[in-house]
């Protein structure tokens, strides 16, 4: 078992940014595809990110060129969102796949509003 804990979000304005952060419980370097996923109020999840294991990156088209995903080499994840717009408002949760194996965080609000 792998828990997941994401921080970093809150209310910022449009064209701001905000940095969100999942640390692991143990060690999820070699192997584990690391991604960041958002839903907004009545909408189904979406990926946002993904980094695999050899640094692979796959994005949204909708946050391509503005959000980052990078990682550590140990427990952390990380998701750069810069020139945020209204649309980008909902829950962020870190997600840890291996194989059949498929961990959520409880998630961190992102609220973009002026």
């Known amino acids: 078992q792998i828990q997941l804990v994401e921080s970093g979000g809150g209310l910022v304005q449009p064209g701001g940014s905000l940095r969100l952060s999942c640390v692991a419980s143990?060690?999820?370097?070699?192997?584990?595809?690391m991604g960041w996923y958002r839903q907004a109020p009545g909408q189904e999840r979406e990926m946002v990110a993904i980094?695999?294991?050899?640094?692979?990156l796959r994005y949204a088209d909708s946050v391509k060129g503005r959000f980052t995903i990078s990682r550590d080499m140990t427990k952390n994840t990380y998701l750069q969102m810069n020139n945020l717009k209204p649309e980008d408002t909902g829950v962020y949760y870190c997600?840890?796949?291996?194989?059949?194996?498929?961990?959520w965080g409880q998630g961190t609000q992102v609220t973009v509003s002026s």
């Open positions: 143990r060690n999820v370097f070699n192997g584990y595809f």
């Open positions: 980094i695999g294991p050899g640094a692979t």
């Open positions: 997600n840890a796949k291996y194989g059949p194996q498929n961990y």
